[in-house]
């Protein structure tokens, strides 16, 4: 079992920035595809970005390329999404998730973050 815990969430102006971080507790996060989900107010959880186990490859919603980046350390022991230039749509629960393959979509993770609350004022 792997649990996930989430931090960095908070209240930012519109064009702000936010770095949210994933850990697992006390283990190694090296052999997992990771990723961030965004449960907006009132709509289902959707994807946002993932990582590959090495860190080589990324994919991004088209709604958040070229204002987020996803990264992990090279301990793996956290993973990171940077968020610039947010929106007032960027507002939600952000979800880290880890998979064993892929994580494109709500269906592939095996494991869930419990979220962080991030949200952007206009």
């Known amino acids: 079992q792997v649990q996930l815990v989430e931090s960095g969430g908070g209240l930012v102006q519109a064009g702000g920035s936010l770095r949210l971080s994933c850990t697992a507790s006390?283990?190694?996060?090296?052999?997992?595809?990771m990723g961030w989900f965004l449960q907006a107010p009132g709509k289902e959880r959707e994807f946002v970005a993932s990582?590959?186990?090495?860190?080589?490859?990324?994919s991004y919603a088209d709604s958040v390329k070229g204002r987020f980046t996803i990264s992990r350390d090279n301990a793996n022991i956290a993973v990171y999404l940077q968020m610039n230039s947010l929106r007032p749509e960027d507002t939600g629960v952000y979800y880290c998730?880890?998979?064993?393959?892929?994580?494109?979509?709500?269906?592939?993770?095996?494991?869930w973050g419990q979220g962080t609350q991030v949200t952007v004022s206009s």
């Open positions: 006390g283990r190694t996060l090296s052999r997992y595809v």
């Open positions: 990582i590959s186990s090495s860190g080589s490859t990324t």
């Open positions: 998730a880890a998979g064993a393959l892929r994580i494109e979509n709500v269906r592939d993770p095996n494991y």
